[in-house]
């Protein structure tokens, strides 16, 4: 799936960097030790069972969580050192992102962009295409707090976009949405995938099959695989190998995915 501009990935320098990363909660390791570098304009599925770590490696990628270990970069920048030249290349969609429920998708969407210090009138014209890309043209003027669990996802998706970012960070993104919406949000990806670097957890198996060049496959904390999809593939399906690999998904006891259950877990 990987296109030619994309083949010879050593000249491209790193969109998304991971430096021995690694995240401890007192005894409990929830990442353990991962590197790895994603090239400019590639599409990356995050994959794992559920307790595997991918959501603790995101919030520490983007700089939401401090590492215990290791260093994470967005375009070259330090995520703890230089966090705001960062985010300005980063887009970031967390799996439960927060939302204000009393705003409209309009007014939050003003709002993120006032807090970015972008200008009236490119505010309004990325207001416009990300409206537009996510399909909200129907619920803009409608409260958050009453939107379905499908359409919070994508306004969501139309806040981690609004400023054109050069890198995307989505934590399950098509969690709530329905198959429509998933087939659009696939080739929105696809489009997307065109001029900017992708990273995307799931542990959906045909949804990395379906949008991805590349994957990064977790198990326990620990980076089990890196490669292309097809490489991953055994007699022409991700779904042996991913059991294989990650010993049929089962979770360590009492961990959640981020972190270990109760409140150690919340604040992961």
Do not use: W
């Not at 090239?39 to 603790?56: C, E, I, R, S, W």
């Not at 990628?61 to 300005?88: K, M, Q, W």
């Not at 292309?228 to 190998?241: D, H, P, T, Y």
């Amino acid at each position: 799936m990987m296109s030619d501009q994309h083949a010879d990935v050593r000249t491209s320098p790193p969109m998304i960097e991971a430096k021995g990363l690694s995240k401890y909660y007192g005894p409990f390791i929830a990442v353990d030790d991962i590197s790895f570098a994603i090239p400019d304009g590639q599409v990356v599925a995050f994959l794992g069972p559920n307790g595997a770590g991918k959501t603790t490696m995101m919030r520490m990628l983007t700089g939401y969580l401090a590492p215990s270990n290791g260093e994470g970069f967005i375009a070259g920048h330090d995520v703890r050192r230089d966090r705001i030249a960062a985010s300005r290349r980063l887009g970031y969609l967390p799996e439960n992102g927060p939302m204000y429920p009393e705003m409209t998708p309009l007014d939050l969407l003003s709002f993120f962009g006032e807090a970015r210090e972008m200008e009236p009138a490119l505010l309004k014209t990325r207001i416009d295409a990300v409206v537009d890309l996510c399909a909200l043209g129907l619920v803009t003027e409608k409260p958050i707090g009453k939107l379905s669990k499908g359409y919070r996802q994508r306004v969501g998706m139309a806040q981690a976009l609004l400023h054109d970012p050069d890198v995307l960070i989505m934590d399950e993104p098509t969690a709530g949405l329905d198959p429509n919406q998933i087939r659009q949000f696939r080739d929105n990806i696809q489009r997307l995938g065109r001029t900017k670097t992708v990273l995307i957890s799931t542990h959906i198996l045909h949804e990395a099959d379906a949008i991805a060049d590349r994957v990064l496959l977790v198990n326990n904390g620990r980076l089990v695989f890196d490669g292309a999809v097809n490489e991953l593939k055994e007699n022409g399906s991700l779904e042996q190998s991913f059991y294989r690999l990650t010993s049929g998904g089962a979770p360590p006891q009492d961990v959640e995915d981020g972190g270990p259950s109760g409140e150690m877990a919340k604040e992961s």
